[in-house]
Nanobody, 124 residues
């Protein structure tokens, strides 16, 4: 069992930066691949970024590539999402998720545990 708690969301102007954190409980955090998804009002939840258990490999949605960076600290059981050059279209609730599988997936169904989300609002 893994419990996930996101933090770091807020209101920022276009072009600004935010860093989201996701703290995990449980002693097996390092065995999970971790990901960030986001969901805007009236839209489906979409993949943002994923990082393998070791932190060696990362994957990004095309819409955030070059602007967002996912990282993790297994000693702190925390995964991060550094978001730079934010745009109004990045406005959404951001969720972290944990996946026990080694197969890389960008679909919500593949993930075993979810946090409650943190809101990011980017003003123009």
């Amino acid at each position: 069992q893994v419990q996930l708690v996101e933090s770091g969301g807020g209101l920022v102007q276009a072009g600004g930066s935010l860093r989201l954190s996701c703290a995990a409980s449980g002693r097996t955090f390092s065995r999970y691949a971790m990901a960030w998804f986001r969901q805007a009002p009236g839209k489906e939840r979409e993949f943002v970024a994923r990082i393998t258990w070791s932190g060696v490999n990362t994957y990004y949605a095309d819409s955030v590539k070059g602007r967002f960076t996912i990282s993790r600290d297994n000693a702190k059981s925390t995964v991060y999402l550094q978001m730079n050059s934010l745009k109004p279209e990045d406005t959404a609730a951001y969720y972290c998720a944990a996946d026990r599988s080694l197969a890389v997936s960008r679909t919500t169904a593949a993930y075993d545990y979810w946090g409650q989300g943190t809101q990011v609002t980017v003003s123009s």
